[in-house]
């Protein structure tokens, strides 16, 4: 099964090609950290960057040695973190006894997941914090499980690199001091050992933080999501129940529409009996009523980012998202649907577990290590995450983490309520649906590549044939944040909000009124299969918004 794993990420890798020497998103802020350490110029963060960062920067800096810096050798190396994440979840399934295509069917859920599959193909953070907390949860669990002090301790070695990569990663600590009382008891001395290893974590974040302003290169924009969520005054309110609210539903029916598939794997008869309880029945329609309320009027996609209608990958130039057709209301109804019936049945299971790790509700023994501290991390990363959604401060790639231990919780609570096999239909339907969440991500992510290289291909010939310098570009946000990004920077009226100076010349996917085509460069789509076309535009009136 492992083998298979590792062939199927390297058949995908050879359809989308990771090739191209482009930023994507926010990685060339990233990227520019790890050029900057290849140079001999030490450790230097962008101002750009929120998070700790740097144990992927000297990752990504192993994979440049052989060849120098590129974006492609950037790229692989998350890819290999991406196919490490996927194995460390199958492993996690495995220690939960999952037979060997259940968990086949859970790790492959995490590879084809739309916003994991494409952010594997960045040098963005998401998935190396993903992969490593997988991994970081696996040696913990066995550690526990079989009493070994060396497993522990190499899990919280990882959980140190998932925070070096993330501030979350605090989390992996929380949860771990958690289970380990859950596990051991209140003894003195397994309270002082909880207590250490919980100590350590914020130790490193400590001395990170301390390096960072001791060396006078504290970031623009370091931790100030974390400030946020550290000032209570600026959301607790009663004002905010209303829209905290909202923000967990919206949550939970991402999580949701990625586990849906899982869910039908369950069956009906597995996902009726994790719900028996009748205090979880009641506290289940509780919310589906909340949360039928809060979507009334809402539709997928329900938070920015990664996953804009029939596409992945932030368009962030003029001009908007590739010029496709939209899936239109009625589909994104139905999945948004499928989304909230997901988060119906997660909110249920949430509520079982925390009954089991209680043990208001029972729980073999042997499994509770592994639901505990994977509830206990997942729901302290939500609470942060929560009030980074209701203030507007969070994007759909957050909820990532949350997707592979809903996985294994889901998994867990299914097989102990009985092994109830679904029907041959209802599995025929997973594996359908698998199937075409594997196919959406595949192909969102080709054409997320295919049209940056066109856009690059136009910027690199607009430098190169036509002597325009960047500053007079507004050729999307990776381009000039790359040439011109300035902390101070503040958008000017008529003009885009990352860092342009003068735009005399646009990359757009589409004509722009006061500007005149002068090229087309054709990429190759298949979401769905057709051309697109990335414009250059010269202007041709005056920018109200600029002093000539």
Same mark, same amino acid.
């Given at each position: ?109 995490? +590879? ?58 605090? +989390? ?377």
């Amino acid at each position: 099964m492992v083998l298979l794993i590792v062939a199927v990420w390297i058949v995908v890798a050879l359809l989308i090609d990771p090739r191209g020497e482009f930023p994507l998103n926010d990685d060339w802020a990233y990227a520019a950290a790890v050029k900057t350490l290849l140079s001999g110029g030490g450790i230097e963060l962008s101002g750009w960057t929120t998070v700790n960062l740097i144990a992927q920067i000297f990752w990504g800096a192993l994979f440049c040695l052989p060849f120098g810096f590129s974006f492609t050798a950037l790229r692989i190396s998350t890819l290999v973190l991406g196919l490490t994440g996927v194995l460390g979840l199958y492993g996690l399934l495995r220690e939960g006894d999952a037979d060997h295509g259940t968990a086949l069917f859970g790790a492959l859920l995490l +590879a084809f997941n739309p916003l994991y599959l494409v952010l594997s193909y960045t040098f963005m953070s998401d998935v190396p914090f993903v992969a490593i907390s997988l991994l970081s949860f696996y040696f913990l669990v066995r550690g526990m499980r079989k009493n070994s002090w060396v497993e522990m301790v190499a899990g919280l070695l990882l959980a140190c690199v998932a925070l070096l990569i993330r501030q979350t990663g605090l +989390a992996i600590f929380m949860g771990f001091s958690v289970a380990y009382v859950a596990k051991y008891g209140l003894r003195l001395q397994k309270v002082f050992v909880a207590a250490v290893s919980l100590a350590s974590g914020f130790a490193v974040q400590i001395l990170w933080h301390h390096f960072l302003t001791s060396r006078h290169i504290l970031p623009a924009l370091y931790g100030v999501q974390s400030t946020l969520v550290l000032s209570p005054r600026s959301y607790v309110s009663w004002h905010a129940v209303k829209p905290f609210a909202a923000g967990l539903v919206i949550l939970s029916v991402y999580v949701g529409l990625f586990l849906f598939p899982l869910i039908l794997w369950m069956g009906p008869r597995n996902v009726k009996a994790l719900c028996q309880p009748r205090l979880v029945s009641l506290m289940t329609v509780v919310y589906a009523v909340m949360g039928a309320w809060v979507l009334r009027h809402m539709r997928m996609p329900l938070l920015r980012n990664i996953l804009y209608d029939l596409g992945l990958g932030p368009a962030l130039l003029q001009g908007g998202s590739p010029s496709i057709p939209t899936a239109g209301k009625g589909f994104w109804a139905v999945v948004t649907l499928a989304g909230f019936l997901g988060s119906v049945v997660l909110v249920g299971a949430t509520l079982v577990a925390i009954g089991k790790t209680r043990k208001f509700l029972p729980m073999p023994a042997g499994k509770r290590e592994l639901l505990v501290i994977l509830l206990a991390s997942g729901l302290i990363y939500l609470v942060p995450l929560s009030i980074l959604t209701f203030t507007g401060r969070a994007f759909d790639r957050y909820v990532l983490f949350l997707v592979p231990l809903g996985i294994v919780i889901l998994f867990l609570l299914a097989s102990d309520v009985g092994r109830a096999k679904a029907g041959s239909l209802i599995i025929s339907l997973a594996v359908a649906s698998l199937i075409l969440y594997g196919a959406f991500s595949i192909a969102g992510t080709h054409d997320y590549l295919s049209w940056n290289r066109a856009r690059w291909q136009a910027l690199n010939n607009l430098e190169t044939e036509q002597r325009v310098g960047p500053a007079d570009i507004d050729g999307g946000f990776e381009f000039n944040a790359s040439y011109l990004y300035d902390p101070n920077y503040r958008a000017r009226p008529g003009k885009s909000w990352y860092f342009v100076a003068r735009d005399d010349f646009m990359i757009a996917f589409e004509p722009v009124p006061g500007f005149t085509e002068m090229k087309r460069y054709p990429f190759q789509r298949w979401l769905p299969p057709g051309e697109g076309s990335m414009l250059v535009l010269r202007r041709t009136q005056a920018n109200s918004g600029e002093a000539h």
